[in-house]
């Protein structure tokens, strides 16, 4: 039976930060997060500088690219203080999100067909420095198709909508955004794009997704931060792994009936 590509999980340590900086002192430490993430199972950091700082700050990014032995992922406006800082950190990649100062989290996707030209040359440096770039971005094609000829290796689904409904019960909603992550998974990967998934993902949400072979990444944060309170970060990340891995198992399945003759 065809197996379906590993599955990677980036654990993201903002609220880490966010915590700590309710207090405004230097615990908990979001790098120290880090390499329990990483000793626990996580194959990669996750962290969002911010142009107003509010959680992760300048010198917890410089500390998690020395620190850490596993690839950090530096999610980031398309800002030019942004693109100085990350062409100086030279994280593993970067994940170009859309911000809004008044937001409390990132509320939608990217509008890449829309700021084409704007991206462009922010896509075109960070490739040439040798930054994996990434593109977060909702799962619709104009999106998919318009990401592939900006050259960004990587696009990241926003998970949100689909996540929100399934927490809310919105079975008809839930079922409708779960189509259209699927119709996008399959028509990034056939446009030679990596594909990851994250926001709002859970125990739950994260096993069903990891379902789909197309899919490589899942980068979850909040909820993972928020169950550590209870259970301990490590405890959370060994939890978190069983349940994409369980999914995966699913992956396998779909991908067999996707290739019946074992075709690629």
Not at 75 to 103: F, G, N, S, W
Not at 185 to 209: C, M, P
Request: with cysteine.
């Amino acid at each position: 039976m065809p197996k379906a590509p590993p599955l990677r999980l980036g654990v993201n340590v903002d609220h880490v930060a966010t915590l700590r900086n309710a207090r405004a002192g230097e615990r908990p430490d979001p790098v120290r997060a880090a390499l329990v993430a990483i000793e626990a199972g996580a194959d990669g950091i996750t962290a969002h500088l911010r142009e107003d700082r509010r959680h992760i700050r300048d010198e917890d990014m410089a500390r998690l690219k020395a620190e850490i032995a596993k690839p950090l992922n530096f999610e980031m406006a398309a800002t030019a203080d942004m693109l100085r800082t990350a062409l100086a950190t030279k994280p593993h990649a970067v994940c170009l999100v859309p911000e809004r100062r008044e937001e409390l989290t990132t509320e939608g996707g990217l509008d890449v067909a829309g700021a084409h030209n704007a991206l462009a040359p922010f896509i075109a440096r960070l490739n040439d420095a040798g930054v994996r770039v990434s593109l977060f971005i909702a799962a619709e094609p104009r999106q998919i198709e318009m990401a592939a000829k900006l050259r960004a290796p990587v696009i990241e689904i926003h998970t949100g909508a689909w996540c929100d409904a399934v927490v809310d019960g919105q079975a008809a909603k839930a079922d409708a955004e779960w189509q259209r992550i699927l119709a996008g998974a399959a028509l990034a990967r056939s446009a030679g794009l990596e594909v990851h998934a994250g926001h709002g993902l859970d125990y739950a949400t994260a096993e069903k997704i990891a379902s789909i072979p197309e899919i490589v990444e899942l980068n979850i944060g909040y909820y993972m931060i928020g169950e550590a309170l209870f259970v301990g970060l490590g405890q959370t990340v060994r939890t978190m792994r069983g349940a994409m891995d369980r999914g995966r198992k699913l992956a396998g399945e779909n991908h067999a009936s996707r290739n019946p003759a074992g075709k690629r």
